[in-house]
């Protein structure tokens, strides 16, 4: 298994750009995240899907659009990139409820915002 | 307060040393708690959770005080390979929502020679 995978692993954009990020999991996880991690900070949650067809916002949904039209994949979309959205931003995935089941992270986006 | 709080370091120690790291949490009907571990331009992943009889994992013991609302996490016999950040990772389960994990900042640890 390949676990989860993210592409690409950088890209740097100009204010106002918009790109796709994509994460994908093999492990047939219902559950699927998207975080940003910020220097020195904790990670925030983003988006988060429960199952396909179905996604949420986490605490920072502002300037980004999940979707999840299979159970492998959930997509991150930034619109109209800014500099604030310069962060690493990680996909994730669990089986089941976060309460008790492991979160598993892809290796990470590191976005730049020009 | 803070939802997670954490020591940033660093923990600089020697091999060999003992060194823990302990993580408050200000809601108190959390009820899942998790050490990530973070290795520098890495990925988390999971370390252990967190029981609430404390638990045991070879050089690792995690340890939950819900009276005092924190979480520790002892390593011993530390080794170079354990240099990295712990995240203390803390599931507030407000009203059974399920994506709201809360992640605190990090501590980080370095093992010299």
């Known amino acids: 298994n390949a676990g989860v995978t993210q592409t690409p692993k950088f890209r740097i954009l100009k204010i106002g750009q918009s790109m796709t990020l994509q994460c994908a999991q093999d492990?047939?996880?219902?559950?699927m995240y998207w975080y940003r991690q910020d220097p020195g900070m904790g990670l925030k949650l983003i988006y988060y899907?429960?199952?396909?067809?179905?996604?949420d916002k986490g605490e920072v949904p502002n300037g980004y659009n999940v979707s999840r039209s299979t159970t492998e994949d959930f997509p991150l979309r930034l619109e109209l990139a800014a500099p604030s959205q310069t962060s690493v931003y990680f996909c994730?995935?669990?089986?089941?409820?976060?309460?008790?089941?492991?979160?598993?992270f892809g290796p990470g986006t590191r976005l730049t915002v020009l | 307060r803070k939802e997670v709080e954490q020591d940033p370091g660093p923990f600089n120690v020697p091999e060999g040393a003992t060194v823990a790291f302990n993580c408050t949490y200000s809601?108190?009907?959390?009820?899942?708690f998790f050490w990530y571990r973070q290795d520098c331009r890495k990925e988390p992943k999971l370390l252990m959770s967190?029981?609430?009889s404390g638990n045991e994992d070879g050089r690792f013991t995690a340890q939950l005080n819900r009276a005092s609302q924190y979480i520790s996490l002892l390593i011993r016999d530390s080794k170079l390979s354990d240099s990295a950040t712990y995240l203390c990772?803390?599931?507030?389960?407000?009203?059974?929502?399920?994506?709201?994990?809360?992640f605190g900042k990090g501590t980080k640890l370095s093992v010299k020679p």
């Open positions: 994730a995935s669990s089986y089941g409820s976060l309460n008790t089941d492991t979160q598993y």
């Open positions: 492990m047939n996880h219902n559950y």
């Open positions: 899907s429960v199952g396909a067809g179905i996604t």
């Open positions: 809601n108190s009907a959390s009820q899942s």
């Open positions: 967190v029981y609430s």
């Open positions: 990772v803390v599931n507030p389960d407000y009203g059974g929502s399920q994506g709201n994990l809360i």
